[in-house]
């Protein structure tokens, strides 16, 4: 068992960009309040998995656990649109990737009792480097894509916290069999329902084995520089966005799903 990381919440939104740059995560208590988070997660239990969109349905007699993950969530019903610009988490993406930043993804993602340990990762590791450019003070490499993690249950060791090693984004790659980056090991995000985390790309981390009797509920909203590529499933003018969505969308949140401006390659 991982060691509890201390959760400190930054104030501020220059204090919150300062800890992806430095610790790879910032750690955002009480973004949504109990009642917004059974409302979400009602919504994501109505959520049908859409296999050409590249959902999945795991199911106990066939992967031997649930895994019901649903691609981009804000395109299947309206009440998560609020989600691609919630308060407090939009405003650390847009001062991280500028303020033409879009959402790559939006998973709405169930786990149930039985699903394994990820093994320690990056999403994406957008540079390698050797460890000591990066930890010269003149090099700051520019976060190309953030997750914020929205919890939906009080985090239990049973249930699967989040593992992070904080700093190791800035060892330059990706952790392959390693477990320790600067005598730095895996510590774990024992945080609540409601609260956010939002990290970069490049940190190491891992989800880690639901042992619990419960279904661990995780919204992941994906966030990334304009240049980078969304993620919408399925691809070659497939994906269509449901005009009743694009409907109730304020002006930033199509933005989020990709109304730019025109701009370069354009
Ligand atoms: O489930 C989690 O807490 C983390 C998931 C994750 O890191 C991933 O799927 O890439
Ligand atoms: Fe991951």
């Not at 960009?17 to 994501?44: F, I, S, W």
């Not at 409601?194 to 940190?203: K, Q």
């Not at 990334?224 to 969304?230: P, S, V």
Request: charged share 20%.
């Amino acid at each position: 068992m991982a060691a509890p990381l201390p959760l400190i919440a930054c104030d501020t939104l220059a204090d919150q960009t300062e800890a992806l740059y430095r610790d790879g995560y910032a750690y955002l208590p009480n973004v949504l309040t109990p009642q917004q988070v059974a409302k979400l997660r009602d919504h994501m239990d109505a959520l049908m998995p859409i296999p050409e969109s590249f959902d999945k349905n795991g199911q106990p007699e066939d992967l031997g656990y649930v895994n019901k993950h649903i691609n981009n969530a804000f395109n299947r019903h309206p009440h998560f649109l609020q989600f691609l610009d919630c308060s407090g988490v939009i405003e650390i993406a847009e001062a991280i990737h500028g303020n033409d930043c879009h959402c790559i993804g939006m998973t709405a993602w169930m786990t149930g009792p039985g699903r394994p340990d990820q093994k320690l990762h990056t999403d994406w590791l957008p540079l390698s480097l050797p460890e000591d450019i990066l930890a010269d003070p003149r090099v700051r490499l520019p976060i190309f894509i953030t997750t914020a993690h929205f919890y939906l249950d009080d985090i239990t060791e049973a249930i699967g916290p989040t593992n992070f090693i904080p700093g190791s984004h800035l060892s330059g790659k990706s952790p392959n069999a390693d477990t320790m980056w600067k005598g730095q090991t895996e510590k774990s995000i024992m945080c609540n329902a409601g609260d956010v985390v939002i990290f970069r790309s490049e940190v190491w981390h891992r989800g880690t084995a639901n042992t619990s009797d419960q279904t661990r509920y995780l919204l992941q909203v994906h966030y990334a520089k304009r240049m980078i590529a969304q993620k919408y499933p399925p691809y070659l003018n497939r994906f269509q966005f449901a005009p009743k969505i694009l409907a109730r969308a304020t002006p930033r949140q199509r933005r989020l799903m990709g109304d730019h401006k025109s701009s370069n390659y354009d």
